[in-house]
């Protein structure tokens, strides 16, 4: 019978982690799929389907060989909108028109539909909105659209980054509709100041990457900055719901565990009245 020295069997179980780390998880792209019960939510938007993407960085060799089957996936939940919030890039320009290319190919009946993440400040902000805006993706940087059903109305809105640029909520909803209001936003501690304004029924952000390791009793080892409050997954406060995607991708290091890389098929519904 052969013996293996428990040192040698470690490294063994250390080299096959690694892998799994950064060759498998990061490949394992889940679909997440939520109900939310809103008040007041117009009849004609009661079922309504929004797909939340985040942290797509783009320019990351894994995220762009990923791309076309993310969007297919996407595609594929045949939601009513689309919502990307933030981090489209990362890192570098050469290349950024081509990578961002395959976004075009996102479709839904009431548009796609974004705003701005830090990364995407760093590569450049003009850059980046023309080469999403040429995907057809329509960034709200405080700013919002009014989705109608007949007489029924919902909002989308979208501030600006809070790390590198100017968010201002009150422009943002500024001669909005008495409807609710979703809101993109790339960090998710601004839910503190959405939280604020009773409009604002959901708010959805992206940035942590849910941490990309995540721990047993722990969670996650690391989050940047405006990150630390929400991580990951549905929070409630007060009157706003608020949910942290953990990505489709990575930043540049590649790597995940326990953590994996994600979409939100967010579906709502209408809240039961009171009883009076």
């Known amino acids: 019978m052969l013996t293996y020295p428990r040192a040698a069997l470690a490294s063994m179980a250390a080299a096959v982690l690694g892998l799994y780390m950064t060759r498998v998880e990061p490949r394992r792209l889940r679909v997440i799929r939520l109900r939310l019960a809103v008040p007041d939510l117009p009849p004609a938007f009661d079922g309504y389907r929004i797909v939340h993407v985040a942290d797509l960085h783009l320019g990351v060799a894994l995220n762009d060989a990923r791309l076309p089957a993310l969007v297919e996936t996407?595609?594929?939940?045949?939601?009513?909108?689309?919502?990307?919030?933030?981090?489209?890039?990362?890192?570098?320009?050469?290349?950024?028109?081509?990578?961002?290319?395959?976004?075009?190919?996102?479709?839904?009946?009431?548009?796609?539909?974004?705003?701005?993440?830090?990364?995407?400040?760093?590569?450049?902000?003009?850059?980046?909105?023309?080469?999403?805006?040429?995907?057809?993706?329509?960034l709200l940087i405080n700013a919002h659209q009014v989705l109608q059903r007949g007489p029924d109305r919902l909002v989308i809105a979208g501030v600006d980054d809070m790390l590198r640029g100017r968010p201002d909520l009150g422009a943002a909803l500024a001669g909005a509709p008495d409807a609710p209001a979703i809101l993109l936003a790339h960090e998710p501690d601004y839910a503190r100041v959405a939280a604020a304004d009773r409009r604002v029924t959901l708010m959805l952000a992206g940035h942590t990457h849910g941490g990309q390791v995540r721990l047993p009793g722990l969670g996650a080892l690391l989050l940047p900055p405006l990150g630390h409050l929400y991580s990951a997954g549905m929070y409630q406060l007060g009157s706003l719901a608020l949910y942290v995607t953990q990505g489709a991708g990575t930043g540049r290091f590649v790597i995940r565990l326990n953590c994996r890389p994600e979409i939100a098929v967010i579906t709502l519904r209408r809240a039961p009245e009171p009883a009076r």
Request: proline share 5%; net charge negative; aromatic share 6%.
């Open 74 to 138: 996407v595609n594929a939940q045949h939601a009513d909108l689309i919502a990307i919030t933030g981090d489209f890039v990362t890192g570098q320009t050469a290349h950024l028109g081509d990578n961002c290319r395959p976004l075009a190919a996102l479709h839904a009946p009431d548009g796609v539909w974004g705003c701005l993440g830090n990364h995407d400040y760093y590569v450049g902000p003009r850059l980046v909105r023309e080469v999403v805006e040429n995907a057809r993706i329509r």
